[in-house]
């Protein structure tokens, strides 16, 4: 879409996105299993993501060189979920809103509201990256 300068169908303006394929939700739950992926699979579109407003990332593992330059240059950041604890991340979830692309199934965009969610910073604002710490 923004390829083609198209707009998206939702602000990226201090958003936070996180890179998770929900399950379906069960019973009485906004949402599903919803365990991090992994973040680099996204070090494509992540930079440009970054510099249109995303104030932050959530994910698993390290980024990509180009991905670091983009936290520092936008002031942003980038959170490590706990990987493989995908219905305990669930637990944290108090809403959950398809805001675009519901025909994708678990990978559409949804707009979640968290809370007393396990969070790590893996990269900072100013480029320290727990990845890189011995």
Same mark, same amino acid.
């Given at each position: 879409?923004?390829? *083609?300068? +198209? *707009?998206?169908?939702?602000?990226?303006?201090? !958003?936070?996105?996180?890179?998770?394929?929900?399950? /379906?939700?069960?019973?009485?739950?906004?949402? +599903?299993?919803? +365990?991090?992926?992994?973040? +680099?699979r996204m070090d494509v579109y992540a930079p440009r993501f970054y510099d249109l407003?995303? !104030?932050?990332?959530?994910?698993k593992g390290n980024r990509s060189k180009e991905v670091v330059e983009a936290i %520092?240059? =936008?002031?942003?950041?980038?959170? @490590? !979920? %706990?990987?493989?604890?995908?219905?305990? &991340? &669930?637990?944290?979830? #108090?809403?959950?809103?398809?805001?675009?692309?519901?025909? $994708?199934?678990?990978?559409?965009? *949804?707009? $979640?509201?968290?809370?007393?969610? /396990? $969070?790590? #910073?893996? %990269?900072? @604002?100013?480029?320290? =990256?727990?990845?890189e710490m011995r």
């Amino acid at each position: 879409m923004l390829d *083609k300068g +198209g *707009k998206l169908p939702y602000s990226l303006q201090d !958003a936070v996105i996180y890179y998770s394929g929900a399950t /379906p939700a069960p019973e009485g739950m906004p949402i +599903g299993s919803c +365990g991090p992926t992994t973040s +680099g699979r996204m070090d494509v579109y992540a930079p440009r993501f970054y510099d249109l407003g995303v !104030a932050a990332t959530i994910g698993k593992g390290n980024r990509s060189k180009e991905v670091v330059e983009a936290i %520092i240059r =936008n002031q942003a950041v980038y959170f @490590c !979920a %706990i990987g493989g604890a995908g219905a305990l &991340a &669930a637990q944290s979830v #108090v809403s959950c809103e398809v805001v675009a692309f519901e025909d $994708l199934g678990c990978e559409a965009v *949804k707009m $979640l509201e968290f809370r007393d969610f /396990p $969070l790590i #910073v893996g %990269i900072d @604002c100013r480029g320290g =990256n727990l990845f890189e710490m011995r």
